[in-house]
């Protein structure tokens, strides 16, 4: 069942379904989320996992930070997930090895490029472990560079569109 969420969130609810039926076909036992904004994608990610799992999580705006530990205590799981108001970037300090890592910090195609170029992440990705991140469409490209980023076909590593068509602003990818 979807957790029960009412929160401001810039993803449609089918958006967010996808990405619980996701996490529960693939079971991901350690997911390490970069940018939560107000907590919705975690609430989800977190509701399809096992009791057990692990779930870290990193949003740098200290607005979107407290607001998503509020939600997190109100939908009951903040003591269920490790949660922090650090820039992704210190995940790289002292890097875990995941089944599953979802980033969406601004994304654009130089921002997904420097991250999946990261030693780390290249060991995961040999690994098999799964990468999705926001973005990915035509739409979302068009987003990204009007906000002076580069567009996701960038990207040096194959991808898919998981959710969301080309036309739609809000979908997510797949590293192949």
């Excluded at 399809?48 to 692990?54: R, T």
């Excluded at 995940?91 to 969406?104: A, G, K, R, S």
Aim: hydrophobic share 30%; glycine share 10%; net charge negative.
């Amino acid at each position: 069942m979807y957790p029960l969420i009412n929160l401001p969130t810039p993803y449609p609810k089918e958006y967010l379904e996808a990405l619980y039926d996701y996490v529960k076909e693939h079971k991901p036992k350690t997911i390490v989320e970069f940018g939560s904004g107000w907590g919705s994608t975690t609430i989800y990610m977190r509701g399809a996992q096992e009791d057990g799992d692990e779930l870290y999580s990193y949003e740098s705006d200290k607005e979107k930070y407290e607001g998503a530990v509020k939600n997190f205590l109100d939908v009951g799981i903040y003591s269920s997930i490790h949660y922090s108001n650090d820039d992704y970037g210190i995940f790289f300090d002292n890097p875990i090895e995941f089944d599953l890592l979802y980033i969406d910090v601004h994304n654009e195609g130089s921002r997904i490029n420097k991250i999946i170029k990261n030693e780390f992440i290249q060991k995961m990705i040999n690994k098999g472990k799964h990468i999705l991140f926001e973005g990915g469409s035509d739409a979302r490209d068009d987003l990204a560079i009007s906000r002076g980023g580069k567009s996701f076909k960038i990207i040096e590593h194959e991808y898919e569109l998981v959710y969301g068509k080309s036309v739609h602003n809000h979908g997510w990818s797949k590293l192949c």
